[in-house]
């Protein structure tokens, strides 16, 4: 969840990071016309102030529900990872919203969503918040494009609300083989100290080590992390003694496995799936990618960024929207 590679709070913790995965590897994976040439990193119009302005919440049993709506038509749900919300998703939604009604909602636990202090924040909870969400904006059936915990989220979804999904587009993410993932344990071990909002909160006063550590661990070129940007993720997460409790609890609800025995479904699943992978991510391997590609029977295969990372969908949001548009055949 950096999906969390929280790991990478330290520099010290940056030097012990293995695994990473070359160009090489991915091109030993998948076909070698998946591949594709590292593309220009793109700078979304929508800025921190903007993407506030537009924040709406809905009043669901879970809570108060954050979101940011776009566009017209049919719907498309966006749903992001941790310790992000739905800004990471920004650029995307700027030029997806002429085809789509963009609908970017922060998880519980996450971002600006708020629940009560007995809200359960597990892949399940997440996933009824999402369905009932949906049916107060009216919305029958979504186009979902996923990240990291999100990813999980998403699959969950596809097993159990077929009917409600036109197409995934999976980013790097969890798998049931791989969930949580190794290198999250060292994030879920600080929240069960009680230390993970602290070490976070120093990204405010200290924009250099958020982007030395959290920043360059999940992005290409971490100065995406601007002062705005990084007030965006981490000021809600730390704002209050609940909050800080929840952000903990997000993580502490990343095991059990959220997708054990769900495997089974996916392999009857008729949903068209593309799956659009950061061949540069510590946390989620080419391996991960590959077992997507082979669960969905509709996969429509990978296609590699090979220097993308964890967040590469934040600095590439051109890849996201056309390969979004391919799929939704628009």
Not at 84 to 102: E, K, V
Not at 134 to 163: H, M, T
Not at 205 to 222: M, Q
């Amino acid at each position: 969840m950096k999906r969390r590679l929280f790991l990478q709070l330290s520099p010290t913790a940056i030097v012990t990071m293995v695994g990473i995965v070359d160009n090489l590897s991915a091109a030993m994976l998948i076909p070698a016309q998946a591949l594709s040439k590292e593309p220009d990193i793109q700078k979304p119009a929508t800025d921190a102030a903007a993407f506030h302005a537009m924040r709406r919440f809905a009043s669901l049993p879970s809570g108060k529900i954050a979101y940011v709506e776009r566009g017209r038509g049919d719907a498309a749900l966006f749903l992001h990872g941790a310790p992000l919300n739905g800004f990471q998703w920004r650029g995307a939604i700027d030029l997806l919203s002429p085809y789509r009604r963009c609908i970017a909602p922060d998880f519980m636990g996450l971002g600006y969503t708020q629940v009560p202090a007995q809200q359960s924040l597990t892949a399940d909870a997440q996933l009824d918040m999402l369905i009932s969400l949906l049916n107060n904006l009216k919305i029958v059936a979504v186009d979902i494009i996923a990240s990291d915990s999100g990813g999980a989220v998403a699959q969950l979804f596809a097993a159990r609300y077929p009917e409600r999904v036109r197409s995934m587009l999976l980013t790097n993410c969890d798998v049931e083989p791989d969930s949580p993932p190794a290198g999250v344990q060292a994030a879920i071990k600080m929240a069960q100290a009680g230390t993970l909002a602290d070490e976070t909160a120093k990204w405010l006063s200290d924009n250099a080590l958020a982007r030395a550590t959290f920043g360059s661990a999940v992005f290409h070129n971490a100065a995406i992390l601007s002062a705005d940007n990084i007030a965006c993720y981490v000021t809600p997460l730390v704002s209050s003694a609940l909050r800080r409790q929840q952000y903990h609890d997000f993580h502490l609800a990343l095991e059990p496995n959220p997708l054990a025995g769900i495997e089974a479904t996916l392999k009857q699943s008729n949903i068209p799936v593309r799956i659009v992978w950061g061949g540069s991510d510590t946390l989620f391997s080419m391996a991960d990618a590959q077992y997507l590609d082979q669960l969905f029977p509709q996969s429509r295969g990978i296609r590699v960024i090979p220097e993308g990372k964890l967040f590469f969908q934040e600095e590439y949001p051109d890849v996201i929207a056309e390969e979004a548009r391919s799929l939704w055949g628009v």
